[in-house]
């Protein structure tokens, strides 16, 4: 009998991280890879399952969201310990910590490994000392038998054009869901009228919701009864505070539903109810929301920033504006909430991108032959 390939999977398991594991081992045919996950102790309770449904062997360590040289080190020396001893045949690293273990531990070992940021770290960073020093350690750590599995084109150009991988070393995996959901019911009370827009973003420097509660401000003057329902406030939103004071503020509190990390079952029914979808990120891998929402045939308003821009055609399935104009996201939410023939042909459009390029059903079969063309070469 075949043996089969032995994947380790080294990450922080938080956000939109978390969901691209548990959607790559549930559609992983688990007949010809064996699966193991390295992640963080307190970052999920919930076990990984494979496409059988049968749970994944996992590995708690302490990787967490911020830097720590001592619990960091201490991450390393205990993945390496672990990797050592499995003898995986490939390192899969995701996010920007997941990425610094398994990339160094797989030069250290000599095991090819493979990175996919769910968006660089350094594009986080709040001034231009800092982003040139997280630049850095993504430089120093690109080793030679590292390669990066980017999540979006935009990724990948990042990789190639500022991290300066060299070509051969890029590939390219769409973030992709699977197409059936139920999105029949919720398990919370709704609190919210019929008639809303949706978003999903922490309140933080990536998401920027302060620019999306003054775009509410601005379609209120032409739209009254406008209403965001906005959900993921719960896990590490550092700014807030700073929100709640904003909507009060500029007399928001009847037009704003802040909803706290809930199941992606309620996720799915609140976009699939919304009249549409707005982001006013500033970056992004592929976020997981927005290709749900092309999946439930939503339109999207959306800024053009990384991410953003690989999902949403302008003009196709929805809009795209430039960073931070609040007045030209203001009117082009006023447009679609209008017009809704506009709206339907977005939704249509929207539909068919995903199942061109982002159905987990089908793209599956491409990160296999990726997995086993790297063990076999």
Not at 192 to 220: F, H, T
Request: hydrophobic fraction near 40%.
């Amino acid at each position: 009998m075949k043996e089969k390939i032995k994947i380790i999977h080294i990450l922080n398991s938080v956000g939109g991280v978390d969901v691209a594991l548990r959607l790559i081992l549930e559609n992983l045919d688990s007949k010809i890879f064996k699966s193991i996950a390295i992640h963080g102790i307190n970052d999920t309770t919930t076990p990984y399952l494979d496409d059988k449904g049968e749970e994944v062997e996992e590995y708690k360590i302490s990787i967490q969201r911020d830097i720590s040289l001592f619990k960091d080190f201490k991450a390393l020396i205990k993945a390496l310990r672990i990797i050592k001893r499995e003898k995986p045949d490939l390192i899969h690293a995701h996010s920007a910590k997941g990425g610094i273990l398994g990339k160094t531990i797989g030069a250290i070992l000599n095991i090819p490994s493979f990175h996919t940021p769910q968006a660089y770290s350094y594009l986080s960073a709040q001034g231009w000392f800092k982003r040139s020093m997280y630049l850095r350690l993504e430089r120093m750590t690109s080793f030679a038998n590292s390669k990066v599995l980017a999540s979006s084109q935009s990724e990948m150009n990042r990789a190639l054009k500022e991290v300066k991988y060299k070509k051969e070393k890029v590939l390219l995996f769409n973030n992709s869901i699977t197409a059936s959901q139920d999105v029949s019911q919720l398990s919370i009370n709704k609190t919210w009228p019929d008639n809303y827009i949706c978003s999903v973003g922490r309140p933080s420097y990536q998401k920027n919701i302060e620019m999306m509660i003054r775009v509410l401000a601005e379609v209120k003057h032409k739209q009254s009864e406008v209403h965001l329902v906005l959900m993921g406030i719960g896990y590490h939103s550092p700014n807030l505070s700073k929100i709640d004071k904003l909507i009060t503020y500029l007399g928001l509190t009847e037009n704003v539903t802040l909803l706290p990390w809930t199941s992606r079952e309620d996720i799915f029914n609140i976009i699939s109810n919304a009249r549409f979808y707005i982001s006013t990120a500033r970056y992004e891998g592929l976020p997981y929301s927005i290709i749900e929402t092309l999946m439930l045939g939503k339109a999207c308003v959306a800024t053009d920033c990384d991410g953003n821009r690989d999902l949403i055609q302008d003009g196709y399935n929805g809009f795209l504006v430039p960073q931070e104009d609040i007045v030209e996201m203001s009117e082009k939410i006023v447009r679609l909430h209008l017009d809704s023939q506009l709206r339907k042909g977005f939704e249509v459009n929207a539909v068919e991108l995903f199942e061109r390029n982002f159905n987990m059903e089908k793209n599956i079969e491409q990160l296999e032959k990726i997995y086993e063309t790297e063990v076999r070469s």
